[in-house]
């Protein structure tokens, strides 16, 4: 069986959940991988609509482990608050696992989110605000706390107090705020470890496990390409990497384990924070696309900003995590416009480039090339056939795949599992 990354091809809200929902029917595990409660994963199927963050979309069938894997950051508040919603609907999330190698998110990383953001003021990231940056800079620095950690109290008090101590004298020191309590923060993180204690586990033996019983795991990416911290727009980006050669580190497989790489793109594009989106479209047909699309961030509910498909992005992001097939979302966002524009290249300096600029200040002087295609001004919710899609929708695809030169397997047409086309299998 193989193992499949499912992974944002652009700037992240792809729809990842939802196909991850549709492939998890048959897997025997499904992992995340990086980021952490940043990510917002919608999911509806017949147990409800749920919007996930850190618990893994495999959730949902009654065989399937999920992993919360060593490369995300973990508020255990959040993620208790996500296990008891998913209980109270009825999906049993017994067989959630959490890395005991993966970071907390402290309530430390939280504040200093907030006060570094303030303090870029004009240059701030738009982060999501929930301590994700703080809390992988502290895994690089060497002064993060494993969730593992919780489960020596003595070891955990002793590391707390040593952190805790040099993160108020930042807070109070360079920011001028109040100090973290070791006492509260110490009283709290043990409560969360024992609440969790019975699901943190060695989860890179479990995938090993998995995979010598020939059971297909899917790992499942958050976020996007475009904010990966090196190939993305830097610095407005998120703080881990969402490219599939971060499966393996963040999941604890090999790189030869990984077998398919299906990118997930939306038909259109859409970022929120700041940073460059070199097809915005900030015009009625932008807004059209924002409304018609709900394109409301899932974790703070901020408008998206929204733009044409980008096809030097898209080429970009098939390089660089080599995908072997790709699923285009929210095909059926694009049903009432009249003609499509694809992104086919940037004009820089008078030049015509087929690349993306490392450098935003660069990037941000690319003017979109477009190409221009008829839309189908049609409802194609209801279609489950590639063949039955309008021939402008099949031109629509068909040219995508030309242009980033990778088969499309999947096409969404709606948000509900069944609201999905087949065009070629993944497996
Ligand atoms: P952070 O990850 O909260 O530090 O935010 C850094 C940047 O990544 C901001 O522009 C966020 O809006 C963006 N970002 C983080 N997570 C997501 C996501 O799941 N979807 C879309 N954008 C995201």
Redesign the pocket.
């Given at each position: 069986m193989p193992v499949i990354a499912v992974i944002g091809a652009q700037?992240?809200?792809e729809g990842k959940g939802k196909v991850v929902d549709l492939l998890a029917e048959k897997a025997g595990v499904v992992a995340r991988f990086s980021?952490g409660d940043?990510?917002?994963h919608t999911v509806i199927n017949p147990y409800g609509e749920f919007r996930l963050h850190l618990i893994p979309s495999g959730i949902f069938y009654p065989y399937t482990v999920a992993i919360i894997g060593n490369g995300v950051v973990i508020n255990p508040a959040v993620l208790l608050d996500e296990i008891a919603q998913l209980n109270q609907c009825g999906v049993n999330t017994t067989r959630l696992f959490i890395s005991d190698r993966a970071h907390l998110i402290m309530p430390y990383h939280i504040l200093l989110?907030r006060l570094e953001e303030e303090s870029r003021a004009g240059k701030a990231?738009?982060?999501?605000?929930?301590g994700?940056?703080p809390a992988f800079a502290d895994k690089a620095a060497r002064l993060g706390i494993r969730i593992g950690d919780l489960l020596d109290k003595e070891t955990f008090l002793e590391r707390l107090r040593f952190i805790l101590d040099y993160k108020n004298t930042i807070l109070t020191k360079i920011y001028g705020a109040s100090p973290l309590s070791l006492d509260e923060v110490y009283a709290q993180y043990c409560q969360y470890g024992e609440r969790l204690a019975a699901r943190i586990r060695e989860t890179d033996i479990m995938l090993e496990e998995a995979l010598n019983r020939d059971e297909l795991v899917i790992l499942e990416g958050?976020?996007?390409t475009l904010?990966d911290p090196d190939f993305g727009t830097y610095p407005?980006?998120?703080?881990s990497s969402p490219l599939a050669s971060s499966g393996c580190l963040g999941a604890g497989i090999s790189p030869t384990r990984i077998s398919r790489i299906l990118g997930v793109f939306k038909a259109y594009c859409t970022?929120?924070?700041?940073?460059p989106l070199p097809t915005e479209l900030k015009d009625e047909t932008g807004d059209l696309i924002r409304e018609r699309g709900h394109e409301y961030?899932t974790?703070?509910g901020r408008p998206r900003r929204c733009g044409w498909f980008d096809t030097v992005v898209a080429r970009l992001s098939t390089r660089i995590n080599g995908f072997t097939g790709a699923a285009i979302t929210r095909l059926d966002v694009l049903n009432a416009l009249p003609r499509l524009k694809i992104c086919v290249g940037y004009r820089l300096n008078g030049k015509s480039v087929d690349y993306f600029p490392s450098n935003i200040t660069t990037l941000e002087k690319c003017q979109p090339i477009y190409e221009e295609l008829e839309g189908w001004q049609a409802p194609i919710s209801d279609i489950r056939q590639y063949e039955q899609l309008p021939a402008q929708a099949r031109q629509y695809i068909a040219r995508l795949e030309e242009l980033i030169s990778c088969p499309v397997n999947i096409i969404s047409v709606g948000a509900r599992r069944e609201q999905t086309i087949i065009k070629t299998p993944v497996i």
């Open positions: 700037w992240g809200d980021g940043n990510a917002g989110d990231i738009g982060t999501t605000g929930k994700i940056g958050a976020q996007g904010l407005y980006t998120t703080s970022r929120v924070g700041s940073g961030g974790t703070t």
